[in-house]
């Protein structure tokens, strides 16, 4: 059997691998949805909030939503009808939006880092510097890379002929998992796909160094104790999505073929496709005083709507 973009529906079928532990998936699920939709909502909602880092912060959100809702609700229809079918155009669909929003949310984390630089070495002219053109440039700049990624990756493994098994090694169509069932040779699209992730995740990443270097300096220079701590604090939250959501991809796709069970690829989307997008809004919201701030004016304004 040839798998072709032209295939007739009923032979171009793939199956996928099992999720381990679905109810487990489901809860990070239900709390990433949840998460992300009541941050979006607050930053929406409140004036305090409509500030350069929380627009920022309402995108990565937006695309957390939209990278947890391209993955596991195909899981849990799979695990809930006892298939593990997925199309070979669905397959190629969710390649491009998976790769379109890691590169996208890769590349907003980077810029986000520069913006922190920006509000602690240049606090006075912070307004100025990250006016709302420069923040729409940053955003769109940010979707447009992934996007043109993703689209890129899509067509090239969707115009690969597949042979023989149709089974799909992971537990959603990742481009890699998808390229061992190809029938012809494809280390020029390994090629290319290495680049890719090389320019996706070491340009935002290095920007990301070299602001938390600058960032670093100026809170040397900082004389009051308060300010130093304001400083870490803003810092922090950042520092530990950057962890988590590059630790994870650089595991994934920055090691030699040879070093890579597919369980360990495995494990290591995990993090980006359900972890991540549920870590980032705890992570942003729980240790920031604004939007807690946030969250307990609208449930006063709940609670006194429902008295009335």
């Given at each position: 059997?040839?798998?072709?973009?032209?295939?007739?529906?009923?032979?171009?079928?793939?199956?996928?691998?099992?999720?381990?532990?679905?109810?487990?998936?489901?809860?990070?699920?239900?709390?990433?949805?949840?998460?992300?939709?009541?941050?979006?909502?607050?930053?929406?909602?409140?004036?305090?909030?409509?500030?350069?880092?929380?627009?920022?912060?309402?995108?990565?959100?937006?695309?957390?939503?939209?990278?947890?809702?391209?993955?596991?609700?195909?899981?849990?229809?799979?695990?809930?009808?006892?298939?593990?079918?997925?199309?070979?155009?669905?397959c190629?669909i969710?390649?491009?939006?998976?790769?379109?929003?890691v590169?996208?949310?890769?590349?907003?984390?980077?810029?986000?880092?520069?913006?922190?630089?920006?509000?602690?070495?240049?606090?006075?002219?912070?307004?100025?510097?990250?006016?709302?053109?420069?923040?729409?440039?940053?955003?769109?700049?940010?979707?447009?890379?992934?996007?043109?990624?993703?689209?890129?990756?899509m067509?090239a493994?969707?115009?690969?002929?597949?042979?023989?098994s149709?089974?799909v090694?992971h537990?959603?169509?990742?481009?890699?998992?998808?390229?061992?069932?190809?029938?012809?040779?494809?280390?020029?699209?390994?090629?290319?796909?290495?680049?890719?992730?090389?320019?996706?995740?070491?340009?935002?990443?290095?920007?990301?160094?070299?602001?938390?270097?600058?960032?670093l300096?100026?809170?040397?220079?900082?004389?009051?104790?308060?300010?130093?701590?304001?400083?870490?604090?803003?810092?922090?939250?950042?520092?530990?999505?950057?962890?988590?959501?590059?630790?994870?991809?650089?595991?994934?796709?920055?090691?030699p073929?040879?070093?890579?069970?597919?369980?360990?690829?495995?494990?290591?989307?995990?993090?980006?496709?359900?972890?991540?997008?549920?870590?980032?809004?705890?992570?942003?919201?729980?240790?920031?005083?604004?939007?807690?701030?946030?969250?307990?004016?609208?449930?006063?304004?709940?609670?006194?709507?429902?008295?009335?």
């Amino acid at each position: 059997v040839i798998l072709t973009l032209g295939s007739p529906p009923q032979a171009s079928l793939l199956s996928l691998c099992p999720c381990r532990d679905p109810p487990t998936v489901m809860v990070v699920f239900t709390v990433a949805l949840c998460g992300n939709v009541l941050l979006i909502f607050l930053i929406y909602m409140d004036p305090q909030l409509h500030t350069p880092m929380y627009f920022f912060l309402s995108q990565l959100s937006l695309m957390d939503l939209m990278l947890v809702c391209n993955v596991v609700p195909k899981m849990a229809a799979n695990f809930l009808s006892g298939r593990k079918s997925i199309s070979f155009v669905g397959c190629g669909i969710q390649i491009g939006f998976f790769v379109s929003l890691v590169g996208s949310e890769g590349l907003l984390l980077g810029l986000m880092a520069y913006d922190r630089y920006v509000a602690i070495s240049h606090p006075l002219h912070y307004p100025i510097l990250m006016n709302q053109k420069v923040c729409l440039q940053i955003i769109g700049s940010s979707w447009a890379f992934g996007i043109i990624d993703g689209v890129i990756q899509m067509v090239a493994a969707m115009s690969l002929p597949y042979c023989g098994s149709r089974n799909v090694d992971h537990f959603f169509c990742e481009v890699q998992a998808l390229l061992k069932l190809a029938c012809v040779d494809t280390s020029l699209f390994d090629t290319l796909l290495f680049a890719c992730c090389v320019f996706m995740l070491l340009l935002p990443f290095s920007i990301i160094v070299a602001s938390f270097a600058c960032i670093l300096g100026a809170v040397l220079r900082m004389r009051s104790a308060q300010t130093w701590k304001k400083a870490l604090a803003t810092c922090s939250s950042h520092l530990t999505a950057v962890t988590v959501f590059y630790g994870a991809a650089m595991f994934m796709y920055l090691r030699p073929r040879r070093y890579r069970p597919p369980s360990h690829d495995k494990v290591a989307s995990i993090f980006y496709t359900v972890l991540t997008p549920m870590l980032n809004p705890l992570i942003y919201s729980l240790r920031n005083q604004e939007v807690m701030g946030a969250l307990r004016k609208a449930l006063n304004h709940c609670r006194i709507g429902s008295q009335h």
